[in-house]
Antibody, heavy 117, light 108 residues
């Protein structure tokens, strides 16, 4: 059974940095496209980033240059390094399998990031 | 960027009724890579439909998707109490991979 468990969310001041983790089980993160999707409180869903099986990665314009997606195949874990955080980055962050030409077929429970002074 | 517009924003229906949700794209969706997700309060979204009309694993046949190009529809043939939720469409064929704003299906 595919399982995704996110962690690392916190209350952080504007300009700060945070690293989110997504521990996967039931499959290898190296074998799938993996993505991050976020949802601001009371709002809709928004794609953040995707990493291909070969390691290529892409970002939404709103986070490009500030966020970095990566994975550690030995730990079967996906990461999202978030720098220069802004109030508008406040959201629940979901780790998902899929992306590019594949739908998001498995979701974690999410981890909450709050950017506030 | 492909903008997805869902309608209506909210629909009020009774259990047993049929729900028809619309998703219109600002330009043609590549290869009909259009998905529908269901989200209940406090939960992560769940994939219902992919490729515009293929049901995801474990999704009951009361859910069906149709459409192509720029106009897509999610139909729930007979609403069960657990179907009252927010539904999002998403295109995953062209970056950035955009979502609609959501349609809330509420109990009348």
């Amino acid at each position: 059974e595919v399982q995704l468990v996110e962690s690392g969310g916190a209350l952080i001041q504007p300009g700060g940095s945070l690293r989110l983790s997504c521990a996967a089980s039931g499959f290898s993160v190296s074998s799938k496209y993996m993505s991050w999707v976020r949802q601001a409180p009371g709002k809709g869903l928004a794609w953040v980033s995707v990493t291909y099986r070969d390691g290529m990665s892409f970002y939404s314009d709103s986070v490009k240059g500030r966020f970095s997606i990566s994975r550690d195949n030995s730990k079967n874990t996906l990461y999202l390094q978030m720098n220069s955080l802004r109030a508008e980055d406040t959201a629940m962050y979901y780790c998902v399998t899929g992306g590019v030409i594949l739908p998001y077929d498995s979701w974690g429970q999410g981890t909450l990031v709050t950017v506030s002074a | 960027e492909i903008v997805l517009t869902q309608s209506p924003d909210t629909v009020s229906l009774s259990p047993g009724e049929r729900a028809t949700l619309s998703c219109r794209a600002s330009q043609s969706v590549t290869a009909n890579y259009l998905a529908w997700y269901q989200q209940k309060p406090g939960q992560a979204p769940r994939l219902l439909i992919h490729g515009a009309s293929s049901r995801a694993t474990g999704i009951p046949d009361s859910f069906s998707g149709s459409g192509s190009g720029t106009d897509f529809t999610l139909t729930i043939s007979r609403l069960e109490p657990e179907d009252f939720a927010v539904y999002y469409c998403q295109q995953y064929g062209s970056s950035p991979y955009t979502f609609g704003q959501g349609t809330k299906v509420e109990i009348k």
